[in-house]
């Protein structure tokens, strides 16, 4: 993805989180400079992940398969390991008309997916083998706005706004917003987008970035390479 295009997306996305009456954190509109100057203070939200994400998983086609995420908060695998201390997560998402987010499971997290606004989130879902792995003649349960819903595979899930579903790992899911954009909020245990992402498709967590312009603001993949080590 171009760095232009990523630039757009936040503004596009900032514009449309206000207009559902949410507010990101003041570390979300700092510079790549002003981050830099801040890392030490920082350090949890580098470590955490926490901030920007946008993705097209390195297919090229944002607008057809693509993601904006902003991590809100989250706590460390190390925590989650003990059972202990900062065990959750909290993201804004936004799920474009049409724009799939592709089929995946998560190896541990579970997750509650809100639609906090917009139009309608269509959720489809399939159940696991024994061994976890895609199962397109399996189904499961999950919950809906905390009630049990047993769902048949394939089976595609319409959520209005206000509505959510709560996922668990090993429930394979893919999503896209029908008859307009979705802003969707998202609330998890520990979230671990290095290595909990198990997509059905052989594709890529992270888009490649071509730099055409400056950046408006880092995203969490940027970390690693434009901020100080601790």
């Known amino acids: 993805m171009k760095r232009s295009r990523i630039n757009d997306i936040m503004a596009e996305a900032d514009a449309m989180i206000r207009h559902h009456g949410f507010t990101l954190p003041a570390f979300a509109y700092w510079t790549p400079e002003q981050f830099a100057a801040r890392a030490g203070d920082a350090r949890h939200v580098i470590d955490a992940r926490c901030g920007w994400d946008i993705t097209d998983y390195g297919a090229g086609r944002y607008d ?123 609330v998890s245990t520990v979230n671990d987008d290095e290595t909990d992402n198990i997509f059905r498709e052989p594709i890529g967590r992270f888009a490649a970035i071509e730099e055409d312009v400056a950046p408006t603001h880092l995203l969490v993949s940027d970390y690693a390479e434009r901020l100080p080590a601790a």
Not at 81 to 101: T, V
Not at 123 to 129: H, I, R
Not at 134 to 144: Q, S
Not at 154 to 169: C, D, F, Q, Y
């Open 64 to 186: 057809e398969m693509g993601l904006f995420l902003f991590t809100l908060r989250n706590g460390l695998l190390s925590d989650l390991q003990k059972g202990g201390g900062m065990c959750y997560a909290e993201k804004l998402l936004i799920s474009k008309q049409d724009q799939l987010s592709p089929m995946h499971t998560h190896a541990l997290k579970a997750e509650d997916i809100i639609n906090r606004g917009g139009a309608t989130l269509v959720v489809e879902l399939y159940g696991s083998d024994d061994d976890g792995n895609f199962a397109e003649d399996r189904g499961g349960r999950v919950w809906l706005d905390g009630i049990a819903h047993d769902y048949a595979p394939g089976e595609k899930l319409r959520l209005p706004p206000g509505a959510s579903v709560t996922l668990r790992p090993g429930d394979w899911h893919a999503f896209w917003g029908d008859g307009g954009d979705v802003l969707i909020g998202e």
